[in-house]
């Protein structure tokens, strides 16, 4: 049985927001919001990618099943929106 049943927030954007990860049920079966914040954060913040897909890439490939008895066996779909800071107020 298929139940949508999607996590619905709403918010006020502002200058302090940096980004927005959307995915569906195969990235939040491995990693709770905060691991996937905290996870996205540091590659952004420390320049480790010049891609936004580099840092998807590498989420996948840290939650991929290694057996098909583990938790990561399941479809993922992940975006990561980027906002545009605005570094005068900081």
Partial sequence: ????????????FDNTCEFMIM?????????????CIDKVRDKIINNRYKRLSEIIEELYDSILAKTKEEVGNDNMTCMIIKFKQ?????
Avoid: E, F, S
Avoid at 1 to 12: E, F, G, L, S, Y
Avoid at 86 to 90: A, D, L, T, W
């Fill in 23 to 35: 995915a569906c049920d195969g990235i939040w079966d491995c990693l709770d919001n905060q691991a």
């Fill in 86 to 90: 605005n570094y005068k107020n900081k």
């Fill in 1 to 12: 049985m298929v139940i949508c049943a999607p996590d619905v927030k709403q918010i006020t």
